[in-house]
């Protein structure tokens, strides 16, 4: 079969899949672990159209250019185990060159946090490794805010007391109370970014309406952030405001609206554009389209980028053989592969015609409580890195994937980062899980132009082309099948042109149910940098088309030059 970009199915092969957008559209509220949200939407309908590509032709020169000798040991792969005897379909991977007219951003994929995060000893570079991880990670945005920035966050630039709000549990065993920040808490949170190389998106409250308040963050947040801050978030979630049967997420009466929050999101930025000049805000952070094409109507003259939350798998009592089950088999599953995109789709397309980005400023595989089998194993990873590049093919610039910070053991399973000490007795040094390095891998691949191509074989099979500034091309391969079943898959690749280099790095992991075992490069890090990296097995300078064998349940980044 053959699929277009990002590997959805070719129209003209499977006229009438429609996946996406024949599904209905329903909510989930489920209570979860300390720092992770409660309502979210899950696979729902959406209006994106699809287009059908034109076929990539591959044309070669008559009298093929000449190539100095390219040495350099091959890459090796790990070794396949015995039980991978399963077949799976040769795959051919055309790359045209021409530009899909979607760019892979730098930094496409971040983290996401509860604000209560800002005061944790992690953001002290003096204190953590927080700092030496996001310095591999390619240039990431942190988004502080979620359901903590309008009940439990309260900004002071004058030392204020903390106010006596009631706070509201979020589950049983809830205990967290009201943070205060201040401008010392950004001057900590300014030291982390600069030496981790990293960003940040931050939030207002809107739970307690005070624009005034507001707009003396963001005056201070600029002053001390600078260009380390690429917006500001209004609120978190407010088309679940009105949710007034569910205590914890009832900000204001049944009746609130979109018109309602318009009126205040109009006055946030209205003050933040005076006291802060340049300082961008977003919104409107929902899992609504109504909400989304709403926000991208009101037009601000400050606003940065309309911004959606979503998490595919949050149906938390789906039975066991449901497509909506919190299973690898699902996660990894093509139906949710294209249902993520065309969501991602949905999105952009409310943006169309007004000038910003669109950014999933909130994401995860699912908001359920507790634990699952997805959860710290290689398939996160993998889930991670294809639902990010699906997503930025279709026009999405920015992904932050919920967790926190808290113990890996007693901790929020799904957080791609947490704490090696006790529980409720932090050590500072963090550790990266499965869902880190895929996260990493993504960043790896770099900026650039997205390049229109095709996938013909194996359904498990993804690609993505990028040609970058300087004229070289990285080409990711995300290989979804099982490792500890299925055989490498034998693939055929052809470039636009000869290529002179071809140089590969690896995201691999022994099975996909292997907790804490993933791997860049066979490192914990992200892996070989560009100019130590092995040669491509097989490749030699000058080809235009290659063949070559990848282990299942890897990512592969084949990097050229010409």
Known sequence: MTRAPGGAWARKRVAAAGVAGAVVATAAVSLVVAGMPLLH?????????????????????????????????EYVQPAVPASATAAV?????????????????????????????????????????????LKMSGDPVIRFGAQAVDRRFFWTSTDE??????????????????????????????????????????????????????????????????????????????NGYNRVQYAYLALRPADYTFADWAREARAYSEAIAKAAPGVKV??????????????????????GALTYH?????????????????????????????????????????????????????????????????????????????????????????????????ACKGG????????????????????????????????????????KSEVDGDQNVYAYPVQHKDGTMGVMVVNQNDPAKQAPVKITLMLPRQAATGTMTQLSGPTLTA????????EKSSGKPLAKQARIPGFKAGEQSMTLELNSGTTSILNFTF
């Open 89 to 133: 379909k040769a795959t051919t991977i055309k790359v045209g060159s021409d530009k899909t007219g979607r760019i892979m951003p730098e930094g496409l994929a971040g983290l996401s946090m509860d604000t209560d995060h800002l005061v944790d000893m992690h953001i002290d570079p003096a204190r953590s490794n927080f700092a030496q991880i």
């Open 282 to 303: 977003v919104g409107p952070q929902a899992y609504s389209e109504v909400w989304w094409k709403g926000f991208a109507g009101l037009d601000l003259p400050n606003a």
């Open 41 to 73: 939407n899950v696979l729902g309908s959406s209006t994106a159209e699809k287009t059908t590509q034109a076929p990539i032709v591959i044309t070669t020169p008559a009298t093929p250019s000449v190539f100095p000798t390219f040495e350099r040991p």
């Open 161 to 238: 007391p903390i106010p006596n709000w009631k706070v509201v549990p979020a589950y049983t065993s809830d205990k967290r109370q009201v943070i205060k920040i201040t401008p010392a808490t950004l001057e900590n949170l300014k030291h982390l970014l600069d030496q981790g190389n990293a960003r940040v998106l931050m939030a207002v409250d809107m739970g307690h309406y005070d624009p005034a308040r507001a707009a003396d963050f963001a005056k201070w947040a600029h002053k001390i952030l600078g260009d380390r801050m690429v917006g500001i978030s209004l609120g978190n979630e407010p």
């Open 412 to 451: 929020a399973p799904g957080s791609p980062l947490c704490d090696s000490g006790p529980y409720g007795k932090p050590s500072g040094e963090l550790t990266m899980r499965p869902q880190y390095y895929g996260i990493m891998m993504v960043n790896k691949l770099g900026a650039g132009n997205f390049l």
């Open 310 to 406: 979503n998490y595919p798998l949050s149906t938390c009592d789906a039975p066991a053989n449901s497509p909506q089950a919190r299973t690898i088999k699902n996660a990894l599953s093509r139906t949710l592969s294209d249902y993520s995109a065309n969501y991602a789709a949905s999105a952009v397309k409310a943006a169309a015609g007004h000038n910003i980005p669109v950014w999933n400023s909130e994401t995860n595989i699912s908001t359920c409580f507790g634990g699952n089998e997805v959860l710290k194993t290689q398939a996160s990873a993998m889930w991670t890195i294809n639902y990010a590049m699906r997503s930025a093919m279709e026009g999405v610039t920015q992904l932050n994937f919920h967790g926190g910070l808290e």
């Open 515 to 522: 907790q804490d075992q993933t791997r860049i490069d066979g």
